[in-house]
């Protein structure tokens, strides 16, 4: 095939890739049509990764087969295995991957451009000792690519380290929030040395040499860490969510610099769109981006909320599937508990029995319920809930009032009343589900623990609110055999 007909085969490839991965984002928007979108996008991916071998600058084709091969398996592998409860680890840890493969791109870019060696173009010699050495260094990249490959590097690297903290943090390998003395200054430090060599790398990388490139890069790296460690557990969607853009981010930089119209779109999209999933998941919790990641929410350690009064009142799962029984409206709100206990598909068993007595159900989805975006929405998509009982915060808060219980199954922090009531709590300001408006409560829950972030809910000890304790599938069941027991 002509060289420039190949080209032209390429570049299509690229751009029907790309319609791809719009089209695939477009339709991820809604769960009714996200599992197609998903698939369209990886049609792309696939179309996009198959153009790719066919550059003419393409060598080491057998050791990007093998890679391919390797991580396609070992995705493969951990996607078939992956409990829906790690699901945000998984993802956290893919993050990472693809932020991590960018800062390679932009590093091995670097060395190549300070490792750049002299070149004698001609030499005057005089009894063996040398007068005059004439020499040249290969022309520099422009200085846009050193600038995007260096930003590229420093973002991926960031977004590398940072998200397998995140990643320790969720699977419980490290606690939730690590803060020492004069860590914001520490950080402070590290980034400011950090920009100081990138800006280095940038402006004169023969001058620069081979360690400012790899001082550099380890500054990045650290810099994730330290951003990371006294990020609480309760603001893991925002910050699994901002990795996703920095990820995004810097695969589109580093897209420019190999002049790769895939990898600039791909970028732009994935960036676009983890940006806009950060602000929603911030501003669902009423706090800046800058408030997430130097902020004290997340902790108890966060502030010194005031002392709860009261008692945590039980209530066996008889006397609660009769309450539910006999209600004209109840709202189901599950929580990261519900994805411990894999309770999902029990609990929908519960509401359709709920449903068949005419009861109106309906489920109440906090916007960072869970460990990730749209956690609990997943959960209940794989358990078969319709779309049209899934409502979101804003739309089910104002029927808690006219609700006759509410079902709480695992769901902490985003139900906490404090939040809008203890201006000492490390939670308030944020906006909750208002579970506690309604009639009657009832809250699943395995013991008298507090929440991921730390913070003891008030809720619990309300006068309409009843504890009934136990394992989220082995209450949902027992709600189920109580319930098809009334019917006789």
Known sequence: M???????????????????????????????????????AGVGMLLAVIATFFLPEMHNLALIGIALLLGVGAAWVSGRRVAMTAMPQMVALY?????????????????RVVSGGETVLAALHFGGM???????????PPLSDLVLAVVGALIGAVSFSGSLVAFAKLQGWMDRRLVFPGQQAINLVVLACTLLAAADLAAAPYHAGAAVL???????????????????????PVVISLYNAFTGLAVAFEGYVLHNEAMIIAGMVVGAAGTLLTQLMAKAMNRSIG????????????????????????????DAAVMMAYAERVVIVPGY????????????????????????????IHP??????????????????????????????????????????GANDVVNPVAKTDPSSPIFGMPILDVASARNIIVVKRGRGTGFAGIE?????????????GDGQGVAAKLVTEIKGLDG
């Open 95 to 111: 993050n990472g991957m693809g932020g991590g493969a960018a800062a390679a791109i932009g590093a091995v870019e670097l060395i």
């Open 130 to 140: 040398p007068l005059l050495t004439v020499t040249t260094r290969p022309p520099l």
């Open 214 to 236: 790899v001082l550099f890069l380890v500054l990045a790296l650290a810099f994730g860490v330290l951003m990371t460690l006294p990020i609480g557990g309760a603001d893991m």
């Open 368 to 409: 960072v319920a869970g460990r990730m975006p749209g956690h609990m929405n997943v959960l209940l998509a794989e358990a078969g809930v319709p779309y049209d009982l899934i409502a979101d915060m804003d739309d089910i808060n104002p029927e808690f009032p006219a609700t006759d219980v509410a079902l709480v199954i």
């Open 337 to 364: 508990g519900m994805a411990v206990a894999q309770a999902q598909h029990k609990v929908w068993e519960f509401a359709q029995a709920l449903i068949a007595r005419g009861v109106k159900v309906k489920f109440a």
């Open 291 to 318: 408030n997430v990641l130097f902020g004290s929410f997340g902790s108890a350690g966060g502030g010194t909320a005031a002392v709860i009064g009261g008692a945590q009142k039980p209530i066996e799962a008889s």
């Open 457 to 469: 809910n008030a809720l619990f000890y309300a006068d309409n609110a009843r504890m009934l304790y």
């Open 2 to 40: 002509d060289a420039a007909w190949a080209s032209h085969l390429i570049r299509a490839s690229y751009f029907i890739a790309a319609l791809l991965f719009i089209l695939g984002l477009k339709r991820m928007s809604s769960p009714r049509t996200a599992r197609g979108g998903i698939l369209w």
